[in-house]
């Protein structure tokens, strides 16, 4: 699996966060954090907006760091991504994200 691909199948390559990291972009920081803030209905604040990745090296935004219930259980479980989780056909953690993102799915299946 790429690295780049998120415990739950989610493109990392592709995350607006990781790219005004990479590119130290404050405007599109302040563009994420609005956005992110509205649809999750708390304050996510442009200094929040800093991340290199779930599964790499480096500085993660707070929620992917820590909270996030996949990134902890396949950490403590010591699996390369969701999809080589034995459970992951029942897992309502997994379902919220890959049920409203089939192409997350896909790509633990190894089908993209
Ligand atoms: S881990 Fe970072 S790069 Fe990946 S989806 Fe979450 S915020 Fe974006
Ligand atoms: S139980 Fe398996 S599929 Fe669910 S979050 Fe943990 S590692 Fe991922």
Known sequence: MKDLIAYCGLDCEACEARLATLRDDEALRQKVAALWSQLNGVEITPEMINCLGCRVEGVKFPYCESLCPIRQCALSRGV??????????????????????????????GEA
Not at 94 to 100: D, N, R
């Open 80 to 109: 390369e991504t969701c999809g080589d989780c034995g459970d992951w056909e029942g897992c309502k953690d997994l379902e919220a994200v890959i049920g409203s993102t089939p192409e997350a799915r896909a790509r633990l299946k």
